[in-house]
């Protein structure tokens, strides 16, 4: 059974940093592209930023480059998503999400997310 369980989410002041991570279980992870996507309030799902198999190609939303950073550890079956300059409009969950491929496929499974709260 596939799993995904997002963790690090939290309450951080605008200008903060946070860390997430996705552990991930029941299938080969470093088979896989992986991705994250955030739900804000009362908004619909956005795309956050991918990365491929290995990592080795990182993709980013416009409002996020240079900001957010993700990167994966194969070895640990874990994703990860750095978040700097946080900003109010980053207030989302953020769920991370399995691709169907190495790369850019669709996304067939997403964790249950974790919540991040920029606010002062």
């Known amino acids: 059974e596939v799993q995904l369980v997002e963790s690090g989410g939290g309450l951080v002041q605008p200008g903060g940093s946070l860390r997430l991570s996705c552990a991930a279980s029941?299938?080969?992870?470093?088979?896989?592209?992986m991705s994250w996507v955030r739900q804000a309030p009362g908004k619909g799902l956005e795309w956050v930023s991918s990365?491929?198999?290995?990592?080795?190609?990182?993709y980013y939303a416009e409002s996020m480059k240079g900001r957010f950073t993700i990167s994966r550890d194969n070895a640990k079956n874990t994703l990860y998503l750095q978040m700097s300059s946080l900003k109010s409009e980053d207030t989302a969950v953020y769920y991370c999400?399995?691709?169907?491929?190495?790369?850019?496929?669709?996304?067939?499974?997403w964790g249950k997310g974790t919540l991040v709260t920029v606010s002062s």
């Open positions: 999400a399995k691709r169907m491929g190495p790369g850019l496929y669709g996304m067939d499974y």
């Open positions: 990365t491929n198999w290995n990592g080795g190609s990182t």
């Open positions: 029941g299938f080969t992870f470093d088979d896989y592209a």
